[in-house]
């Protein structure tokens, strides 16, 4: 296997956080994109959280077949499933942790110690070419901070639904700062996170390949909503590096060489941050960052529509941005 780049050590402790049992809390500041944890599975469960009952076999024989300690330390995890499954399973469904896409879990005897937030500092990935998970920092961390994870990583619902996904999955009520906002302030978040999901999830205009295909200038826009936001919001996780590629792979499209490479370049930096250099999105990204016609996509609905490759040069902040999103141009090609 090639070198695991090692996670760094003494960035955080374990200890009790008041309502919440054990958590992780940074013993010293962790700047943004600093890899605070890499970590192996203790094993791998078939299938998602969802459907883990129907794997209880596989389950039993990966936990029967650990060393002592390791079956100490995995007994020792929380179980919050109560009756409702073995004890077996209940630590595996409280404690799991999603392997990408795959639609399978690892357990994680450190990962599983890290709360929840619904605006969380820290994001957690599966990186399949190292067989580790990486745990990132979002935002600077200070010292004694709790350093938390979402536990609905890549979707934002709104309060109602949120707590309701966690009591019945995790049987906590959530009252992070998000979810502890006055009820006014809550409402406009509601509001800003129901129009996210709908711009970014649900095959939205942003990301349903048909409809970027037929209507890409459309597609833009939402995407430049979706931006404004995530910004509003405070969200610097997986969905934003998300409206990234989508932003880019909209430019691409339509062959709009100088849009696809700014936005490509900022897919890399976002990516970079939650995941790390080493991440194998994140070096398609950053390929992609300088050859942007690699795209497979790339002027699907045209032949090249701007030969440059760099944004107007000298401009910056919010010249650079009206540059980026005034897409007056497409529409001599007649997109809508
Ligand atoms: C994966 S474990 C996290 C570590 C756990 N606190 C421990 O002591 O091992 C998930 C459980 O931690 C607790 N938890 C996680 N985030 C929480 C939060 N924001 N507020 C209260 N409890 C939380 C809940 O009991 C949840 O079922």
């Known amino acids: 296997m090639a070198d695991v780049p090692a996670s760094r050590d003494g960035l955080y402790t374990i200890k009790p956080v008041t309502g919440k ?28 959280t969802k459907d883990i009952g129907s794997a ?9 077949s650990l060393t002592k300690d390791q079956q100490r330390a995995f007994f020792a995890l929380q179980n919050v499933q109560g009756r409702k499954c ?21 357990l994680f005897l450190e990962a599983a110690r890290i709360n929840h937030s619904c605006q969380p500092n820290a994001q957690h990935t599966w990186n399949n070419d190292l067989g580790h998970l990486t745990v990132h920092a979002l935002r600077d961390i200070e010292a004694d901070r709790e350093i938390t994870i979402s536990y609905m990583s890549g979707v934002s619902p709104g309060y109602v639904e949120r707590q309701r996904y966690l009591m019945n999955a995790f049987s906590f009520a959530c009252a992070c ?6 009820l006014l302030a809550r409402a406009g978040s509601d509001y800003n996170l129901d129009q996210i999901r709908s711009i970014d999830e649900d095959e939205g205009a ?46 691409a499209v339509v062959g709009d060489k100088a849009r696809a490479k700014v936005f490509a370049e900022r897919a890399y930096a976002a990516r970079k941050v939650l995941a790390g250099d080493d991440n194998p999105t994140t070096i398609e990204f950053k390929h992609l960052a300088k050859q942007p016609v690699d ?28 540059w980026l999103w005034n897409t007056d141009g497409w529409s001599r090609y007649s997109f809508s």
């Open 206 to 251: 942003a990301t349903d390949l048909d409809q970027v295909l037929e209507r890409p200038a459309k597609s833009f826009s939402q995407v430049h909503r979706l931006f404004e936001l995530l910004e509003e919001e405070g969200i610097c996780d997986i969905r934003f590096a998300r409206a990234c590629f989508n932003a880019f792979q909209i430019a």
């Open 86 to 106: 073995t004890p077996v399973l209940g630590i595996v469904i409280t404690n799991m942790l999603p392997l990408g896409g795959s639609n399978s879990g690892g």
């Open 177 to 182: 700062e998000l979810c502890s906002l006055p």
């Open 56 to 64: 209880e076999i596989i389950v039993l024989r990966e936990v029967k």
């Open 295 to 322: 795209y497979h996509l790339y002027g699907k609905r045209m032949e090249c529509y701007d030969d440059s490759w760099e944004a107007p040069r000298g401009i910056c902040g919010e010249e650079l941005e009206n």
């Open 21 to 48: 049992g054990l958590g992780f809390i940074a013993t010293s500041k962790i700047s943004k994109g600093t890899r605070i944890l890499l970590e192996v599975p203790l094993f791998k469960t078939p299938g998602s």
